[in-house]
């Protein structure tokens, strides 16, 4: 079984241009993630899906980012502009369910702002 | 708020050597505990996990006991390898609320040395 397929892995862009990642999770996992993983530190999250639905988006700088999960499966994190300090890891994790409390991650796309 | 924290690393060891990772967690709910490990170029990866108090959760040669009454989810392993070198986060989820996610420890950056 595939699992939670990330890209690109990397990605390189100049300040003030837009940015975007897609994930695919798991297949029939309902609940999405995505984190931010700076250097040195642990995961943070961005933002939770319950299928479409984004029920926590509590951390996510809105001014900037946006989400979208159409369909309630593929996801994709968008940044526009990029900023330097939004140099980071941008990790998709999914898990079966609300209560199902594993999430699986994937490889995560390393971005860097010059 | 919920947390997680964690010793902080980096941890230099010999191979052979025993190893804890001390972790400690705060929640007003009952939580599932985790350890995650992320090796170099990696993503995150599960390592184990416990439920509920008392358990024990084991994987390829590393454990560690839910301890509701000190709040601790402490990783051991009696004989490290130069293969165990990573980064170990301790994380903990379930929480009993409608925004259910997992959380993170700053990661505890383990080496190996032969």
């Known amino acids: 079984e595939a699992g939670v397929v990330q890209s690109p892995r990397y990605k390189i862009i100049e300040k003030k241009q837009p940015v975007a990642f897609w994930c695919n999770p798991i297949?029939?996992?309902?609940?999405l993630y995505w984190y931010r993983q700076n250097l040195g530190q642990g995961p943070e999250l961005l933002i939770r899906y319950e299928n479409e639905e984004a029920v926590d988006d509590s951390q996510l700088p809105k001014d900037r980012f946006s989400a979208e999960r159409l369909k309630g499966v593929d996801s994709t994190l968008k940044i526009q502009p990029a900023e330097l300090g939004d140099s980071a890891v941008y990790l998709c994790?999914?898990?079966?369910?609300?209560?199902?409390?594993?999430?699986?991650f994937g490889q995560g796309t390393r971005l860097t702002v010059v | 708020g919920d947390s997680v924290t964690q010793m902080e690393g980096p941890v230099t060891l010999s191979e052979e050597a025993f190893l804890t990772i001390n972790c400690t967690y705060t929640a007003t709910g009952y939580p599932s505990l985790f350890w995650y490990v992320q090796y170099p170029g990696e993503g995150l990866q599960l390592l184990l996990k416990?439920?509920?108090?008392?358990d024990k959760g084991s994987n390829k040669g590393f454990e560690a006991t839910y301890r509701k009454e000190t709040t601790s989810f402490h990783l051991e392993k009696g004989s490290v390898q130069v293969s165990d070198s990573a980064v170990y986060f301790c994380?903990?989820?379930?929480?009993?609320?409608?925004?259910?996610?997992?959380?993170f420890g700053p990661g505890t950056s383990l080496s190996v040395i032969p």
């Open positions: 416990a439920t509920k108090a008392d």
């Open positions: 994380a903990l989820s379930g929480l009993k609320t409608s925004y259910d996610k997992v959380i």
């Open positions: 297949s029939g996992h309902n609940t």
């Open positions: 994790a999914s898990s079966l369910d609300w209560d199902n409390t594993e999430a699986f």
